[in-house]
């Protein structure tokens, strides 16, 4: 490369001849410099700050440099020896997808000339289940998998055994997920904006990638949607006087149409997941004529509304894969309808969703005369909404994580419910079963050996106070519903934990479904076969003992409003990722923190429990909600008799008698005492009475006669 240059400033009076061939050389060399750092620092403001030397290096080893940041969507040129050898793009900068409870992240994508990923490098990133369950090696790993991939095919958290299968994070479902959704989608990007394919195609198609807000009336005006009205009196035009029905109609499958019209989650949930070839339009209409008509809930098809393109006609069927109610539409500035339809035609009935076509509309009774006409309305996607045939086609559409989620936990998802089912049975036949004590017992053990092995080590369905504050947070946010839809196992847990409260209260959760809560009773009884001694403090400070695990929820709490990471550092007052997400492996600290927890429950039945835990602090909130009583007691407990009070293993029975449920882990004991004859008291004492009545009535009888 030859570089030029100027000569450096100076005396310009002073005569050539002074300067010897060593100085003009030494200021030729430092004007040379100067240029050098002027060069670096255009460079250097050019580069972006997510742009390092060290990702360069990793990610395209054989560059030389690299030009500014260009082109729409952005990226950066990497040029080699020979010219353009690809382009590195920020996952930030092209999508807007957010993680765990909105956390930000950014990764920096490599994409070579073939439209193939050569490498991730992360960045930087907020997410708080990375953080909390120590997974930065697993999050390496994972990035790991992208090199080599093609983003223009399938690409699912599948494993890695499928075309596209990627493995996921265990424990960071949810974030994984919206990693590999930004990754995949930046790239696709990337690929048609530059014509980038490994696999060939050049067919125009719709565009399913990119996205721009746009208010109802720029949807208007971009003629992305139309409007149609149909008079009394069988006219049709633009009028407003006397409308019979007024209708919009609009094609959804762009990004840009369907979620601004729809919303992210219905576009995701409806409409992504078919193929970009599927005409999916939205119809909505007002007035006094209804364009859906009555006969279609007899007969399953629409018979005022049709579609025609050339010489076919499509019918538009009341079926759940080919129609949705809609209640609204979401797009800024949209007026209020009366009905509003989702229609979807598939590609395999022969429709072409870029070629335009007709809506149909049977008006019965609104033609002259009240006489039934069809009115037919032109449909043309703009062009704005098309990729041009000069770009790739092989692009397909991304689904919405939850629903793979849902999809790729299909199996635990079921081994789950049944587990919930035989959980329920149980609880709704105790009184039956605490007549039973070793069968109890022994159906006790086995579960709480489910909850411990499968649902905590084995599915790694722990439940944290970090679900539960950034489930809250999405709400906030108003992506709590997706939040708590991309990790299935919690969701159905919570789902039956929030009908336990109202039923049986706090201790379905706490006795039962807790791994580490199962862990520590199975020690606490191998402990009490081994003879350990147990303590018990006195109600007194047990009272107060009980109210400590308010203060670490308190603690929590206090530090999620400075955000979910500070949170994550005050929620490792809970072992569980210790214990049951990580297995151990981590450094020694935690591991000793965890290790003397579960030494201190050998002497003390679940000691975390009770006195500690802030996600134990929710549950007994939550358990407020309890509106039946299902644990039966007598007018003789508390006063003369305390005997499930002392034997109570967590004491959340009162010197009253009364059980406090806000503490109960419903182990059932106290009901296999008050249902056995031969050790609750009162039951004692009744079948002494009725035995020494019956000794007594015979010595009577004789001295009677």
């Known amino acids: 490369m030859t570089m030029g240059s100027s000569s450096p400033p100076g005396e310009h009076r002073a005569p050539a001849a002074l300067f010897s061939c060593r100085a003009v050389g030494a200021l030729v060399l430092l004007a040379c410099l100067a240029l050098l750092g002027i060069s670096g620092s255009v460079c250097a403001r050019e580069r972006p700050a997510w742009l390092q030397q060290d990702t360069i290096d990793r990610l395209f080893p054989e560059a030389t440099y690299t030009g500014p940041r260009s082109g729409e969507p952005p990226a950066v040129p990497v040029y080699g020896a020979a010219g353009v050898i690809g382009f590195l793009f920020s996952t930030a900068e092209l999508t807007d997808v957010v993680g765990f409870s909105g956390a930000p992240f950014n990764f920096v994508v490599g994409m070579d000339l073939q439209g193939r990923i050569v490498g991730v490098v992360l960045v930087e990133h907020a997410e708080p289940i990375i953080d909390y369950n120590s997974l930065g090696p697993q999050l390496l790993r994972f990035i790991g998998q992208y090199a080599g991939l093609d983003p223009g095919g399938s690409v699912a958290l599948s494993g890695r055994g499928t075309p596209g299968g990627i493995d996921g994070i265990s424990s960071a479902t949810v974030s994984a997920r919206a990693f590999n959704l930004a990754i995949v989608q930046s790239a696709r990007l990337v690929a048609r904006s530059r014509g980038l394919s490994s696999g060939g195609g050049a067919a125009a198609m719709v565009d399913i990638a990119s996205f721009e807000p746009l208010t109802w009336s720029e949807l208007i005006a971009a003629g992305a949607v139309k409007r149609y009205q149909i008079h009394h009196g069988g006219k049709a035009g633009p009028g407003s006087q006397d409308v019979a029905l007024e209708l919009h109609a609009a094609v959804v499958t762009p990004a840009s149409i369907g979620r601004n019209l729809l919303g992210p989650m219905r576009y995701g949930e409806h409409v992504a997941p078919h193929s970009p070839q599927d005409l999916i339009v939205v119809i909505m209409g007002k007035g006094p004529y209804s364009f859906v008509g009555t006969k279609v809930f007899d007969t399953g098809a629409f018979d005022r509304i049709r579609i025609e393109q050339g010489a076919r006609t499509f019918a538009l069927k009341r079926e759940p894969k080919h129609y949705l109610y809609l209640p609204f539409v979401r797009a800024e500035g949209s007026p209020k309808f009366d009905e509003i339809g989702l229609f979807r035609v598939p590609a395999e009935s022969g429709i072409d969703v870029l070629a335009p076509w007709q809506l149909v509309v049977v008006g019965e009774g609104v033609g002259p005369g009240g006489r039934t006409r069809e009115f037919k309305f032109g449909y043309s996607l703009p062009s704005r909404f098309v990729l041009p045939p000069s770009e790739p086609s092989a692009m397909e559409p991304l689904e919405a994580p939850w629903r793979e989620s849902w999809r790729a936990q299909s199996g635990n998802i079921v081994v789950l419910g049944v587990g919930l089912l035989l959980l329920t049975g149980l609880l709704v036949a105790m009184h039956r079963l605490t007549r039973h004590a070793r069968l109890l017992q022994t159906l006790r053990v086995g579960f709480l050996l489910f909850t411990l092995v499968w649902i905590g080590w084995i599915a790694g369905a722990q439940l944290s106070v970090i679900n539960v504050f950034a489930w809250l947070l999405g709400l906030v946010n108003g992506n709590g519903l997706a939040v708590l839809l991309a990790d299935p196992l919690l969701c159905v847990l919570l789902v039956f934990v929030l009908a336990s409260f109202v039923i049986w209260g706090r201790g379905v959760f706490c006795g039962w479904l807790c791994p580490f809560g199962a862990l520590q009773e199975l020690l606490a009884k191998l402990a009490r076969v081994v003879s350990l001694p147990q303590w018990s403090p006195s109600y007194r400070i047990h009272r107060v003992l009980w109210r400590l695990k308010y203060v670490s929820l308190a603690v929590v709490a206090l530090t999620a409003l400075h955000g979910l990471q500070t949170m994550a550092v005050a929620a490792e007052i809970e072992p569980f990722k210790t214990v049951i997400s990580l297995r151990m492996d981590r450094s020694w600290p935690f591991v000793v923190y965890a290790l003397v927890l579960l030494a201190v429950g050998l002497f003390v039945e679940r000691a975390f429990c009770r006195f500690l835990c802030p996600l134990g ?89």
Do not use: W
């Open 617 to 705: 602090a929710v549950m007994a909130i939550g358990g407020r909600l309890r509106r039946f009583t299902s644990l039966k007691r007598r007018s003789e407990c508390g006063s003369p008799c305390q005997l499930c009070a002392r034997r109570c293993p967590v004491q959340a029975i009162a010197p009253s008698g009364a059980i406090n449920m806000d503490e109960c882990f419903y182990c059932l004991d106290c009901q296999v005492i008050h249902d056995d004859a031969n050790v609750c008291p009162p039951l004692v004492v009744e079948a002494r009475r009725k035995r020494e009545l019956a000794v007594a009535a015979p010595a009577r009888t004789s001295a009677a006669e």
